[in-house]
């Protein structure tokens, strides 16, 4: 599901098909970074919140009930 949020940014759903997905490849599938190198990228340099809170973990393993914020574009981590 794709819509916008009052800030300008696209809010996602991810639907996870395991117990957890690592953060730098939520953001690769999203299409929300060019390669996992970018996304790693962007984690480094702070620009990727968890539940409201900046994330420098790349590997980060994000669950159900997660929201993921990138540069104003959120994902919804739904099982």
């Known amino acids: 599901m794709l819509s916008f949020h009052q800030n300008g ?9 395991d ?3 690592e953060l730098f490849k939520l953001i690769k599938v999203m ?12 984690i480094e340099e702070g620009q990727v919140k968890r539940n409201g809170e900046v994330e420098l973990r790349k590997r ?10 990138v540069d104003g574009d959120v994902i919804e981590v739904k099982k």
Do not use: C
């Open 60 to 69: 980060a393993k994000i669950v159900d009930g997660e929201t993921i914020d």
């Open 9 to 17: 940014g696209m809010k996602m759903e991810f639907e996870l098909k």
């Open 31 to 42: 299409d929300l970074a060019q390669s996992g190198g970018h996304a790693k990228m962007l």
């Open 19 to 21: 117990d957890y997905i």
